[in-house]
């Protein structure tokens, strides 16, 4: 199993800029999640699917940020404009069901935000 | 606001002895719990999985459970060195089938 898959693996932009990160969920996983990781914050849930439909939102820091889902295999995150402190890992992960399933992570994407 | 709480260390042992870690949580409701571990650098990787009160042991790791005292702990027997990492407890949230909210970690460091 290659795992979940993210890109790009390290991006540098300049404030304003649109960002959009990608992701490959694991084949046949039900969920989808993206989480973000500072050291101040720690790991945060931003958004999570089931089934490709967005289930809770709450974690998205404002509108700057929006996730999609077209399909299975494929999710997008998109931060547009973006600002400094928007600098952290981003996550996405996936698991087959839900609650007692394992969340597997992919390897992040290292945001700098100059 | 529900709540993982975890001391963020560092926690430092000798190699060989046993590290304990420890996580409590807010909401009494929770019923999965899960420890997992993050090397510098690298994406979190689970550990352990415990859902009922008592103890879990896998290996070298023991996993424990106190839902009346909302409690978890993760015992590792013999360290080494290889286990220095950030360790976090994730508690999945009641009510939201795929919500984990985890603690901010607590790094431990195995000397030699």
């Known amino acids: 199993d290659a795992g979940v898959i993210q890109s790009p693996r390290h991006e540098v932009t300049e404030m304003g800029q649109e960002v959009t990160l990608r992701c490959k969920p694991i084949?046949?996983?039900?969920?989808l999640f993206w989480y973000r990781q500072t050291m101040m914050r720690g790991l945060e849930l931003l958004i999570y699917?089931?089934?490709?439909?967005?289930?809770?939102d709450s974690g998205m820091p404002e509108d700057r940020f929006s996730a999609k889902m077209p399909n299975a295999s494929f999710s997008t995150l998109k931060i547009q404009p973006s600002e400094p402190r928007d600098s952290a890992v981003y996550f996405c992960?996936?698991?087959?069901?839900?609650?007692?399933?394992?969340?597997?992570f992919g390897e992040g994407s290292w945001l700098t935000v100059v | 606001q529900k709540e993982v709480e975890q001391n963020s260390g560092p926690l430092s042992v000798p190699e060989g002895a046993i590290a304990s870690l420890n996580c409590t949580y807010s909401?009494?409701?929770?019923?999965?719990f899960f420890w997992y571990r993050q090397y510098s650098g690298k994406s979190p990787e689970l550990i352990m999985s415990?859902?009922?009160?008592g103890d879990k042991e896998d290996g070298r790791f023991t996993a424990q459970l106190n839902k009346a005292s909302q409690y978890v702990s993760l015992l590792i027997r013999d360290s080494q060195p290889s286990d220095s990492a950030t360790y976090l407890c994730?508690?999945?949230?009641?009510?939201?089938?795929?919500?984990?909210?985890f603690g901010k970690g607590t790094k431990l460091s195995v000397k030699p």
């Open positions: 992960a996936s698991s087959l069901r839900s609650g007692r399933d394992t969340i597997y």
């Open positions: 084949s046949g996983h039900d969920y």
């Open positions: 699917f089931n089934n490709n439909v967005p289930i809770d």
């Open positions: 909401d009494r409701g929770s019923q999965s």
């Open positions: 415990i859902y009922s009160n």
């Open positions: 994730a508690v999945n949230v009641r009510g939201s089938q795929g919500n984990l909210i």
